[in-house]
């Protein structure tokens, strides 16, 4: 089974501020992992992944996230925000064996200007 | 940038009918999924196919519900006999190998009345 967790709801930061979303994941084997973001009346949009190799992976608009197999985490950051990043966030995670991804909850974040 | 595109974008219907979802994958993907977002909780995977058939399924995807990939070009999802359970907002994604991030369509929500 695989699992992922957001811990927080919310995250509120003022804008030009390093913005971290935490997650962390449970899998059976080794796990490919995902960040995706969702923006109001729009899908999920893919941000980056992790797949093997080196544990920082760095994706669109700015954001990246390290791979700590030890913590089963996988952090979301982003040196600066702006308020344009204000939007739904979401971890995923898959199994190498499988097809689906397990999502987690999802994490509001809100850039103030 | 090619996209996943998703008709209609909200549908309403009456408990007991027939509904289908209609979803265009990317034109060189291969491998596609549907997944489910109830109001307030994560988004859940229901199915994924390639090569025309099922390859994978969710405890959710139960005799009421059918995929088929009917022409070369869409996608789609029958729910038999909706319930008011069923209501939610439905992503379609798909990605051209099965190591690939997902690219999301930007959903249908459904609301059974």
């Known amino acids: 089974a695989q699992s992922v967790a957001q811990p927080e709801d919310q995250v509120n930061v003022a804008e030009g501020n390093p913005l971290t979303v935490k997650c962390t994941y449970s899998?059976?084997?080794?796990?490919?992992l995902f960040w995706y973001v969702q923006y109001p009346n729009r899908g999920l949009q893919f941000l980056l992944k992790y797949i093997t190799g080196d544990n920082l992976v760095k994706g669109s608009y700015g954001f990246e996230a390290e791979f700590n197999k030890s913590q089963t985490s996988f952090h979301l950051k982003k040196p600066s925000a702006l308020v344009s990043d204000s939007a739904l966030y979401f971890c995923?995670?898959?199994?190498?064996?499988?097809?689906?991804?397990?999502f987690g909850a999802g994490t509001t974040v809100t850039v103030r200007a | 940038e090619p996209e996943v595109t998703q008709t209609p974008s909200h549908q309403v219907t009456q408990m007991g009918q027939e509904v289908i979802l209609r979803c265009v994958p990317i034109s060189n993907h291969l491998y596609f999924y549907w997944y489910r977002q109830i109001l307030g909780q994560k988004v859940e995977f229901l199915v994924s196919f390639y090569n025309n058939e099922i390859s994978e399924k969710s405890e959710i995807f139960d005799d009421q519900f059918s995929v088929e990939r009917p022409d070369g070009s869409n996608f789609t999802l029958k729910i038999r006999s909706t319930k008011l359970e069923d209501s939610a907002m439905y992503f379609c994604?798909?990605?051209?190998?099965?190591?690939?991030?997902?690219?999301f369509g930007p959903g249908t929500r459904l609301t059974v009345t």
């Open positions: 994604a798909s990605t051209p190998g099965a190591k690939n991030e997902q690219y």
């Open positions: 995923a995670v898959r199994d190498r064996g499988d097809y689906k991804l397990s």
């Open positions: 899998v059976s084997g080794n796990p490919y």
